[in-house]
C-alpha cells in the first residue's frame, strides 16, 4: 500500500520560503507515476500547485510559477516542494499526491488522462510574523 | 484556466435518499474529469476517475457520468458515511482545476 507523508515547518514568516518534503512509503518513485502538491486554504477549495515525473519532467501552475520548485530525489524516495516570497495568502493545508496516468478510449482514440490516487494527510502551514 | 462550477455547493439529504452534484467546465473537457469525496481534517479521496469510471473499492452506489462540459456525480442510496464534501477536478489541462466543492449534510 502506497502512503505519503508531508513533512516541514508549520510557520513561515512573510516573504520567505515555505519548505516541504513528502515521504513515499510502500512504493517505488522510479515507476511512471508523477508526484504532485495540492494545497487547501482554510474551508476553501483545492488549488493544483504543480508536479513532477520520473522522467524529469515538470509541470506548474502557472498563477504560482514564478514563486515554486519542485524536485525529486528518487534514491531517497521523497519529492519536495518550494514557494517562495510568501504571504498570508499561502497560508494553507499542503498535500502531496501520488498522479497515476491511465489510457482511455475517447472518441474511438486511445487517450491518456491522469487522477490524484493517492494522498498524503496534509499539513497546515501559516504565513505570519 | 478551465474555471469548474459545481452545484449546489450545499445539499441536506437523508440516509437512503437519491443525490446527484452537477459539475460544469467553462469549456469542454471531453470525459477529463474525476470525483474526490473528503472528510473534515482528511485528504481528498479518488471515488471516479474519466468521467464514469469507478475506481476498485469505492461502493458502486457511486456513479458518475457526462462528458464535454457538463459531468454529474450520483450516489444511488446515501450512506451514513457518505457525508463529506465533494469535488470534481478536470484533468484535461494545465493547470488541473477544481471544482469548489459540494458539502452533503445530513437532513
Known amino acids: 500500500q502506497v502512503q505519503l507523508q508531508e513533512s516541514g515547518p508549520g510557520l513561515v514568516k512573510p516573504s520567505g520560503t515555505l519548505s516541504l518534503t513528502c515521504v513515499v512509503s510502500?512504493?517505488?518513485?522510479?515507476?511512471?507515476?508523477?508526484w504532485s502538491w495540492v494545497r487547501q486554504p482554510p474551508g476553501k477549495g483545492l488549488e493544483w500547485i504543480g508536479e513532477i515525473y520520473h522522467s524529469g519532467s515538470i509541470n506548474y501552475n502557472p498563477s504560482l510559477k514564478s514563486r515554486v520548485t519542485i524536485s525529486v530525489d528518487k534514491s531517497k524516495n521523497h519529492f519536495s516542494l518550494k514557494l517562495s516570497s510568501v504571504t498570508a495568502a499561502d497560508t494553507a493545508v499542503y498535500f502531496c499526491a501520488r498522479v497515476s496516468r491511465i489510457v482511455v478510449v475517447e472518441d474511438a482514440t486511445q487517450e491518456s488522462t491522469y487522477y490524484f490516487d493517492y494522498w498524503g494527510q496534509g499539513t497546515l502551514v501559516t504565513v505570519s510574523s | 484556466d478551465i474555471q469548474m462550477t459545481q452545484s449546489p455547493s450545499s445539499l441536506s439529504a437523508s440516509v437512503g435518499d437519491r443525490v446527484t452534484i452537477t459539475c460544469r467546465a467553462s469549456?469542454?473537457?471531453?470525459?477529463?474529469l474525476n470525483w474526490y469525496q473528503q472528510k473534515p481534517g482528511k485528504a481528498p479521496e479518488l471515488l471516479i476517475f474519466?468521467?464514469?469510471n469507478l475506481l476498485s473499492g469505492v461502493p458502486s452506489r457511486f456513479s458518475g457520468s457526462g462528458s464535454g462540459t457538463d459531468f454529474t456525480l450520483t450516489v444511488s442510496s446515501l450512506q451514513p458515511e457518505d457525508f463529506a464534501t465533494y469535488f470534481c477536478?478536470?484533468?484535461?489541462?494545465?493547470?488541473?482545476?477544481f471544482g469548489q466543492g459540494t458539502k452533503l449534510e445530513i437532513k
Open positions: 477536478q478536470q484533468s484535461y489541462s494545465i493547470p488541473s482545476t
Open positions: 510502500g512504493g517505488s518513485m522510479r515507476s511512471t507515476n508523477g
Open positions: 469549456q469542454s473537457i471531453r470525459g477529463f
Open positions: 474519466a468521467a464514469s
